[in-house]
């Protein structure tokens, strides 16, 4: 696991990357309603506010409850399968990448692949390979989670057919850019809280000299990282979401003023400009609860798989 620095277990490439796609599979099911909370205060050019009528979401339980009675249950699960399908493929991606970079830097570099520095340059570039990767997944997810009752999209298969007929093969890739810019710090952020944190919690004799955490110890380090990473880079996520919904405007009736941009830059600029600036953070308590839960989980699971695999090595 990354927050390990001794006596890792010693699996194959497959193994790491089956317990990085358990570890994605898992979060994602348990979190997708943070998802979906988040992206429609993301995507609402209104105040988020009590004080604003015509705005359609106010505060986080006023949006549960307005999900609830319009959608139902399973419109807080909305854009699960692709979704799914994105945290398994970013999953797997991003574990077996990181576990190979960093054992690459200490072989043929001669680094030290327990120092902090190595774990956030090793966690962007796997961070970075597994968006490019799941990308178009992200951008199905987030319109199925976009649209209401009216539906443009009936499957995951038909929004990419609608989706390469009507705007080609480029939307699959919309947001790409600041996708990057935020997901290679953020992951490089995540796993080297992870590791700076493992350490305090040795250096405060919370854990054993072996850096091993339990499994409350890991939920608690996990969420610390991923609410550090995820606040640091937030704007760059709201921007991402924005610019994914360009050319699918006519999907969110119902859901107030659309949003129009031409690119990344252009995206912050007019959203700070009709909103302020505080608008760059719409959607960030949900986002920082999604965060702490997904990133406990998601290295919690992970390494729980990992000592399944280690223990069925053995006993071979």
């Known amino acids: 696991m990354p927050g390990y620095d001794k006596e890792k277990p010693n699996l194959s490439p497959h193994q790491y990357a089956i317990a990085g796609a ?19 205060f993301q995507l609402q050019v209104e105040p988020i506010s009590k004080n604003i009528l015509e705005s359609k979401y106010q505060a986080l339980q006023q949006a549960t409850r ?41 072989k043929y570099l001669n680094m030290n692949a327990k120092s902090p520095g190595v774990h956030f340059i090793c966690g962007s570039i796997a961070g970075a390979a597994s968006t490019v990767g799941s990308f178009p997944f992200d951008v199905v997810r987030t319109r199925f989670i976009a649209q209401g009752n009216e539906k443009m999209y009936l499957s995951m298969y038909h929004a990419f057919k609608v989706m390469l007929i009507k705007e080609g093969p480029v939307a699959y890739f919309r947001g790409l850019t600041p996708s990057l810019l935020l997901v290679a710090p953020q992951a490089g952020a995540t796993f080297t809280s992870h590791n700076i944190l493992v350490s305090l ?19 608690i380090i996990g969420s610390l990282a991923g609410t550090i990473a995820k606040t640091l880079v937030y704007p760059l996520d709201l921007s ?6 360009q050319g699918f405007q006519e999907g969110r009736k119902g859901f107030g003023k659309n949003f129009y941009c031409r690119g990344m830059i252009n995206s912050i600029y007019l959203t700070v400009k009709n909103e ?25 699971t992970y390494d729980v798989v990992c000592q399944f695999f280690t223990v069925l090595n053995s006993s071979r």
């Open 22 to 40: 358990g570890a994605g599979a898992v979060t994602r099911f348990l979190c997708q309603p943070f998802d979906v909370l988040k992206i429609r």
């Open 66 to 106: 307005t999900i609830l009675a319009e959608e139902g249950l399973l419109g807080l699960w909305k854009g699960h399968n692709p979704g799914q399908l994105l945290s398994i493929s970013y999953g797997l991606i991003q574990f077996q990448a990181f576990e190979y970079l960093t054992r690459a830097s200490e």
């Open 201 to 219: 919690f040795v250096n405060f004799k919370l854990i054993g000299p072996d850096r091993k955490p339990s499994i409350v110890q890991n939920l």
């Open 240 to 245: 991402r979401k924005r610019l994914q919904i």
């Open 276 to 300: 302020g600036f505080a608008a760059l953070y719409k959607g960030l308590a949900p986002s920082i609860l999604k965060a702490a839960i997904t990133t406990a989980l998601h290295f919690t």
